[in-house]
């Protein structure tokens, strides 16, 4: 991410705000969790927010910039919110606390997105229950209930749960 | 490189056809939200249609954007002889088999063209491209283990495969059918090679799985000129489901 400052106002704070916006379907996480946030440059006129789709069809993206010009009203200042496929969104970019704050709720985190591999062979990869911590978990689905999701099955607790997608 | 140095209408051609491919599969995975065989597959039929409605949604921006017209009309408002998707596309929604049959020959196909698209000099569509890349792995990884499972169960499954198979054969190379205005794409830099080489690479490709699984392989199209057009009855229906509600209110702002 990069971030450039303007006097008056910094980036950092614009960012600070931007780490309350919450993914609408997943609400323990931020769009700065998540690594949705690619650019924040606070010019002399406007604040432009960059973001990244997490998926092209994801039909939370409008609730999304506006939760983000809501957020940023506070700052009195032109906004100039936009999504970009520039850079591609991969959960590569989700961060260590979101990856925590996931586990915690329940979400198995993403395992390592390697895109020289087949998808098969990354969604086998161990994936840790998020209950009960077992490995000993299974794929059911490549598809859950949302785009981003897959959905496994753990034989220690016998419990179903979910876990992002690598991409 | 710059819209304005690219001839619109090549441009219009490979957006127009893409977006319709995506928009025509995702309503054809959307008829098995409900119905499916399997609750899992129920899930995962409507989450591809998700993905794909939201390719074409993507597209008919890009096309809108260079038009200078608004998405959704360029989506709903045509009459059903207007839209480019192929005509593998074209054929009603039959059972699971045909179901699998269809979407790994477009899926399979749809990778190959990306692969071609990826890297191209006109940044909206490249930077689209690399995203619907990572997407697509996971419908093809899918339909492929479904084709598998299919393919090697004797008895019905098989034979129901084997009778879609037959069924998609004069259309199963019709996403390769040649662009208007291809050369201008290739000599932009836009496209890396004819739909021709595109067909050739997707044989190659496919020709490993079709032998390992014992089916046979799609011939030479013919008449691939007309790939892209002459759409079937069941795709008139398709249209008439897809736009009704649309057209129940011309004009509306939904």
């Not at chain 1, 609400?27 to 700065?32: A, D, G, H, L």
């Not at chain 1, 990244?52 to 506006?66: K, N, Q």
């Not at chain 1, 009960?132 to 220690?156: D, H, K």
């Not at chain 2, 836009?190 to 799985?209: D, K, N």
Request: hydrophobic share 45%.
């Amino acid at each position: 991410m990069t971030a450039v400052a303007a006097p008056g106002l910094s980036s950092a704070s614009v960012r600070e705000a931007l780490s309350e916006v919450a993914d609408p379907e997943i609400p323990v996480v931020s769009i700065i969790d998540l690594g949705m946030v690619e650019q924040i440059t606070v010019g002399a006129n406007a604040i432009h927010v960059v973001l990244l789709p997490t998926f092209v069809g994801c039909p939370a993206l409008d609730v999304i910039r506006s939760a983000v010009e809501t957020r940023l009203l506070e700052f009195d200042r032109p906004l100039d919110v936009r999504f970009t496929y520039r850079v591609p969104w991969t959960s590569e970019r989700i961060t260590p606390e979101g990856r925590e704050k996931l586990r915690r709720s329940g979400f198995a985190p993403p395992a390592r997105a390697r895109h020289d591999a087949p998808i098969l062979v990354q969604l086998s990869a161990p994936v840790r229950c998020p209950s009960c911590g077992s490995n000993r978990t299974v794929l059911e689905s490549a598809f859950g209930p949302t785009q981003c999701r897959a959905i496994y099955y753990c034989a220690a607790c016998r419990q179903p749960f979910e876990a992002f997608k690598p991409i | 490189m710059t819209v304005a140095a690219i001839p619109t209408i090549a441009l219009d051609g490979l957006l127009r056809s893409m977006a319709d491919d995506e928009f025509v599969i995702g309503f054809s995975d959307s008829e098995w939200t409900g119905i499916a065989p399997i609750l899992e597959e129920d899930v995962a039929m409507s989450s591809l249609a998700q993905d794909e409605l939201g390719h074409a949604t993507a597209l008919f921006g890009l096309l809108g954007e260079l038009l200078g017209e608004d998405p959704n009309a360029i989506a709903y408002d045509r009459q059903p002889e207007h839209y480019r998707h192929c005509r593998l596309l074209d054929h009603a929604r039959g059972d699971w088999a045909m179901t699998i049959a269809r979407r790994y020959l477009y899926d399979s196909a749809d990778a190959v063209r990306l692969d071609a698209l990826a890297g191209g000099s006109w940044a909206p569509l490249s930077d689209l491209v690399a995203k619907l890349i990572r997407e697509e792995r996971y419908h093809l990884m899918h339909v492929g283990v479904w084709l598998n499972r299919l393919a090697h169960h004797d008895g019905e499954a098989r034979t129901r495969l084997l009778v879609a198979l037959r069924e998609l054969r004069p259309d199963a190379a019709t996403v390769f059918t040649p662009l208007p205005h291809e050369d201008t794409l290739i000599e932009a830099g836009i496209l890396e090679a004819p739909m021709s080489e595109l067909e050739r690479r997707w044989r190659e490709t496919i020709g490993p799985v079709f032998a390992d699984l014992d089916l046979p392989m799609p011939p030479a199209a013919t008449e691939l000129d007309r790939g892209r057009l002459d759409h079937r009855e069941a795709f008139r229906w398709l249209w008439g489901e897809f736009t009704s509600v649309r057209r129940s209110e011309p004009g509306a702002t939904w």
